[in-house]
C-alpha cells in the first residue's frame, strides 16, 4: 500500500499541473494526422456549399487568429466522422484555423497553451503596474518600442516564473511587451531558422512571420509584425 501512494504522487508531481499539456514530445507529430483530416473537410464542405466553415472574428482579432474551423459545423454535417482529440472542442490544447483564405484556404494549428502562458504573464504585469504607479517590470529593450519581460520583477513572492518553449524550435523563447505594458512572444529565433531554410531571402517590406506559416502548422500566436533589415528580423510595436 505504501509502495502504491509513493508510486502515485511520484507520477502526479512528474505530470505537473499548472500546464498539462506541455510534454517533451514533438507537438508537430501530434497535429499532422488533425490538420490533414481538417483540411480534408473543409475543402470537401467548400466544394458542396460555396463558402468556407469559418467562425467569423471581429475586426479587432489578431491577423494570424481569426477565421477558426467550425469543427462542430462540420462533424454535425458529416464532414469529420469526430472532432480530434488535439481540439480545444474536444479537450485539447489546439485551435484550428483557416489561413490564406481568400487564394488557397490552409488549416493551421493555434497552440493554446502558449496564448495561456502569455495571458499568464500579463496578468503578472498588470499586477505589477497596479502597485508600482504604472511602472512597467521593464528588461532591456529588445527592439525600439518592446522590451524583455523582467519576471524576477514582475513575478509576485513564492510565485514561480513563467517559461515559453517555441512551437516551432522547442527551445526557449522571450516574452516582451510595449510601452503600455501589452505582453507578446518574440518569435525572432524562429523566424531566423526559417528564412535560413527559405531558398528566396524576405524583401525588406514583408512581414516575416509568413515564413513561419511555410515551414510549420502553427501560427505564430500573440505576436507583433517582422520586418527584415540588415539580415535579422526586427519586432514593430503594434500601432
Known amino acids: 500500500m505504501g509502495g502504491l501512494l509513493l508510486f502515485l504522487l511520484f507520477a502526479f508531481t512528474a505530470s505537473g499541473c499548472m500546464y498539462p499539456s506541455q510534454s517533451n514530445s514533438d507537438p508537430k507529430i501530434a497535429y499532422r494526422e488533425s490538420v490533414s483530416r481538417i483540411q480534408s473537410a473543409i475543402e470537401t464542405f467548400q ?3 460555396g463558402i468556407l466553415p469559418i467562425i467569423n472574428a471581429d475586426m479587432t482579432t489578431p491577423k494570424y487568429e481569426k477565421f477558426r474551423v467550425d469543427l462542430p459545423k462540420l462533424k ?3 464532414y469529420l466522422d469526430e472532432i480530434p482529440g488535439t481540439a ?3 479537450g485539447g490544447s489546439a485551435y484550428f484555423l483557416i489561413q490564406d483564405e481568400e487564394v488557397n484556404p490552409t488549416v493551421k494549428v493555434m497552440d493554446l497553451l502558449t496564448v495561456q502562458k502569455v495571458n499568464d504573464v500579463q496578468r503578472m504585469v498588470n499586477q505589477y503596474k497596479s502597485v508600482h504607479n504604472n511602472k512597467l517590470p521593464s528588461g532591456e529593450e529588445l527592439y525600439p518600442g518592446l522590451y524583455a519581460v523582467d519576471m524576477e520583477q514582475a513575478a509576485q513572492a513564492g510565485t514561480p516564473s513563467i517559461t515559453l518553449n517555441s512551437v516551432y524550435s522547442g527551445q526557449a523563447i522571450p516574452f516582451m ?3 503600455e505594458g501589452k505582453v507578446y512572444v518574440d518569435y525572432a529565433f524562429d523566424i531566423m531558422q526559417a528564412v535560413e531554410k527559405s531558398d528566396v531571402p ?3 517590406n514583408d512581414d516575416v512571420r509568413d515564413l513561419l506559416l511555410e515551414h510549420s502548422y502553427f501560427v505564430p500566436v500573440k505576436s507583433v509584425p517582422y520586418a527584415w533589415k540588415n539580415n535579422a528580423p526586427v519586432a514593430l510595436p503594434i500601432k
Open 202 to 204: 524576405p524583401a525588406e
Open 88 to 90: 480545444f472542442e474536444s
Open 47 to 49: 466544394q458542396d456549399e
Open 177 to 179: 511587451m510595449d510601452d
Open 76 to 78: 454535425q454535417l458529416g
